[in-house]
């Protein structure tokens, strides 16, 4: 699974929820962290919102992606991995 984590430099949520994703290294995906100050169109979409963690969905036909659920700041690291392999076990059942 292809993870995209629209964030900025600054940013203690996002630098925190950058963390939690890293120590999940043990699950099977990839994050991509994205700036959101480096193109408009990230900037003007996610200025208010961030950080925004979405997962990649690449079909044949086209790749798009899809929000995932916004969690708390002060989620546990625990809370995090049960998101994740949330959508890990549906991409695996399919």
Excluded: N
């Excluded at 290294?25 to 900037?43: A, K, M, Y």
């Excluded at 690449?58 to 959508?87: C, F, G, H, M, N």
């Amino acid at each position: 699974m292809e993870l995209v984590l629209y964030s900025k430099p600054g940013c203690h949520l996002c630098e925190g929820l950058a963390e939690k994703l890293a120590a999940l290294g043990h699950l099977d995906f990839t994050l991509e962290v994205r700036d959101i100050t480096s193109r408009p169109d990230w900037f003007a979409a996610y200025q208010y919102e961030i950080p925004v963690l979405c997962r990649r969905i690449i079909t044949a036909a086209d790749s798009r992606e899809e929000p995932l659920p916004r969690l708390s700041p002060r989620a546990p690291v625990a809370q995090v991995e049960r998101l994740i392999q949330k959508y890990l076990d549906a991409d695996t059942a399919q």
